[in-house]
């Protein structure tokens, strides 16, 4: 059974600073994994998908990387604003399932 | 561009009382989703759907059907709930495909008193 873990739980830093969000998955049989974004009381917002066969994803201030084999992902969020504070969440996709597993997701203040 | 639709978005149930909650999404995904949300447990997959007509169990079942009788839309219903549903429902779409990203609802609040 594929289990997700996010570390940290959650994270407190000055505007302006650079940080890194890890994911990590016990199966590496995946096909894709998302990065989400979710604001209080709102639903999931995609940030970036990477497929199996990839390394890494970039957009705007966000870059996700993948190590399928080592069952791990990080998000790098450059030079964050008050604006990302939100809860971050990953998913996976496994190559036999029709379904996402999600982590319990990390909780992000960031701090004027 | 209304992506995926949830409906209501709040609700109030009364223990053994039944509901049904409708998700509607406008890209001709095949692949629909209903996820619940819970503190300290995250989202557990409740049933999912590979397509018209079909269906199938995820991890959290249990209380819960499910029917998808249009592509577009996927309905789940609480028979008699029971204040152990009380959670927050989502519901997702995506392609068979895999290589676009899976779009969520705004999500339903529901308390079972």
């Known amino acids: 059974k594929q289990e997700v873990t996010q570390i940290p739980a959650a994270l407190s830093v000055p505007e302006g600073e650079n940080l890194v969000l890890n994911c990590s998955f016990t199966?590496?049989?995946?096909?894709?994994l998302q990065w989400f974004r979710q604001d209080p009381g709102k639903g999931l917002t995609s940030l970036l998908l990477i497929q199996s066969s990839q390394r890494e994803q970039t957009s705007g201030r966000l870059n996700a990387s993948l190590d399928k084999s080592s069952g791990r992902s990080t998000l790098y969020i450059a030079a964050s604003q008050p604006g990302d504070s939100a809860t971050y969440l990953c998913a996976v996709e496994s190559d036999y399932g029709q379904n996402f597993v999600f982590g319990p997701g990390t909780r992000l203040s960031v701090l004027p | 561009n209304a992506g995926v639709t949830q409906t209501p978005k709040f609700r109030v149930l009364k223990t053994g009382q039944s509901m049904t909650l409708l998700c509607a999404q406008d890209m001709n995904h095949e692949y629909m989703y209903w996820y619940r949300q819970d503190p300290g447990m995250g989202l557990r997959l409740i049933h999912y759907s590979v397509g018209e007509g079909t269906t199938a169990k995820g991890e959290v079942p249990d209380g819960y059907n499910v029917s998808r009788l249009k592509k577009q839309n996927f309905l789940l219903g609480l028979e008699s709930a029971a204040p152990s549903q009380t959670s927050v429902y989502f519901c997702a779409s995506s392609s068979p495909t895999r290589s676009t990203e899976a779009f969520f609802g705004q999500g339903t609040r529901l308390t079972v008193v």
């Open positions: 199966d590496s049989a995946i096909y894709n």
